[in-house]
């Protein structure tokens, strides 16, 4: 999900939305011992608007076309230019929002959890845990559904 050399490695959808990018592209490459490092067949691009469920979503329908190309047309794979970015998978803890700068950063840090299989976006008020999905931008704020837990003592600081 991403212009290759550029995004290699883990999160992509989540690291470009984290880098404040609102385009991307789906890059179709050969699979060789080093992750994501293959020659490319094809690239098409993907807008990054939207939740990350509707972005997967988008980008279902751009991969199965590509299917269909590389099939039909069963084009040459060229090898990777430029220097390599990395990307990092994310981890849980890092869906915490506390520290967003704005309401556009809310935003994106809980539209690029929103998906099937990702732990939601989270702020820890007290004991409590609040996780929020289905985000949209306003003007002036971010709407929300929210779901309020009652934290593990635990994983409360002291």
Not at 17 to 23: A, F, L, V, Y
Not at 53 to 59: D, M, P, S
Request: negative net charge; glycine residues 8%; charged residues 30%.
């Amino acid at each position: 999900m991403t212009d290759l050399p550029y995004g290699r490695g883990g999160s992509p959808l989540q690291n470009l939305i984290m880098s404040g990018h609102e385009n991307t592209v789906i890059s179709a490459l050969r699979c060789v011992e080093a992750l994501d490092a293959g020659p490319v067949y094809l690239k098409r691009p993907l807008n990054l608007n939207g939740g990350a469920e509707e972005i997967y979503l988008r980008a279902d329908r751009i991969v199965e076309s590509m299917i269909v190309t590389l099939i039909e047309e069963q084009p040459t794979a060229s090898p990777q230019v430029g220097e390599p970015t990395l990307f990092k998978r994310r981890r849980p803890e890092q869906g915490d929002w506390s520290d967003a700068p704005d309401l556009d950063r809310v935003f994106d840090r809980i539209r690029m959890l929103d998906a099937d299989g990702y732990p939601p976006a989270f702020i820890d008020v007290g004991p409590f845990r609040l996780t929020f999905t289905r985000a949209s931008r306003r003007t002036d704020a971010v709407l929300a559904d929210v779901r309020i837990t009652v934290r593990d003592p635990g994983d409360m600081d002291p």
